[in-house]
C-alpha cells in the first residue's frame, strides 16, 4: 500500500502560478499527476519515473508545468505557471508499482494507477 496526502492547491487569477505537493509513504515505479473537472472524465498531467527521471507532459501543459520528485524525501511536485481558467480541477496525485508499456502512449493513462490522493482542488478565475 501507498498513501499520498495533496497539499497547495488553491485559487489563482489566470496568469498566476501554484505549486502542488505531494507527500508518498514510500517510493514506487512512477508518479504523477491528474485532475478531473466538473463534468469531464480525469485526465493525466504528468508523470514522472523512479531511476531514469523520463517525464510525460499532456499536450495541454506542455510549457507550463513542470513535474519533479525528490526520492530521498518521497515527494512529488507540480508547478504550475501561465495558468489558465480551463485548468481548474481537483488535482489527484497516483502512484503504481506497475510496469507501463509503451510509456510514450500510456504513461498517463488512469487505469493504470493503483494509488491515489484524496486531491486538492486548483480554480483558475479569468
Same mark, same amino acid.
Given at each position: 500500500?501507498?498513501?499520498?496526502?495533496?497539499?497547495? *492547491? *488553491?485559487?489563482?487569477?489566470?496568469?498566476?502560478?501554484?505549486?502542488?505537493?505531494?507527500?508518498?509513504?514510500?517510493? +514506487?515505479?512512477?508518479?504523477?499527476?491528474?485532475?478531473?473537472?466538473? *463534468?469531464?472524465?480525469?485526465?493525466?498531467?504528468?508523470?514522472?519515473?523512479?531511476?531514469?527521471?523520463?517525464?510525460?507532459?499532456?499536450?495541454?501543459?506542455?510549457?507550463?508545468?513542470?513535474?519533479?520528485?525528490?526520492?530521498?524525501?518521497?515527494?512529488?511536485?507540480?508547478?504550475?505557471?501561465?495558468?489558465?481558467?480551463?485548468? +481548474?480541477?481537483?488535482?489527484?496525485?497516483?502512484?503504481?508499482?506497475?510496469?507501463?508499456?509503451?510509456?510514450?502512449?500510456?504513461?498517463?493513462?488512469?487505469?493504470?494507477?493503483?494509488?491515489? *490522493?484524496?486531491? +486538492?482542488?486548483?480554480?483558475?478565475?479569468?
Amino acid at each position: 500500500q501507498v498513501q499520498l496526502v495533496e497539499s497547495g *492547491g *488553491g485559487s489563482v487569477q489566470a496568469g498566476g502560478s501554484l505549486r502542488l505537493s505531494c507527500a508518498a509513504s514510500r517510493n +514506487t515505479y512512477s508518479m504523477g499527476w491528474f485532475r478531473q473537472a466538473p *463534468g469531464k472524465e480525469r485526465e493525466g498531467v504528468a508523470v514522472i519515473y523512479t531511476g531514469t527521471g523520463d517525464t510525460y507532459y499532456a499536450d495541454s501543459v506542455i510549457g507550463r508545468f513542470t513535474i519533479s520528485r525528490d526520492d530521498a524525501k518521497n515527494m512529488l511536485s507540480l508547478q504550475m505557471n501561465s495558468l489558465k481558467p480551463e485548468d +481548474t480541477a481537483m488535482y489527484y496525485c497516483a502512484a503504481t508499482d506497475s510496469y507501463i508499456p509503451n510509456r510514450a502512449i500510456q504513461a498517463l493513462r488512469v487505469p493504470w494507477y493503483n494509488y491515489w *490522493g484524496q486531491g +486538492t482542488q486548483v480554480t483558475v478565475s479569468s
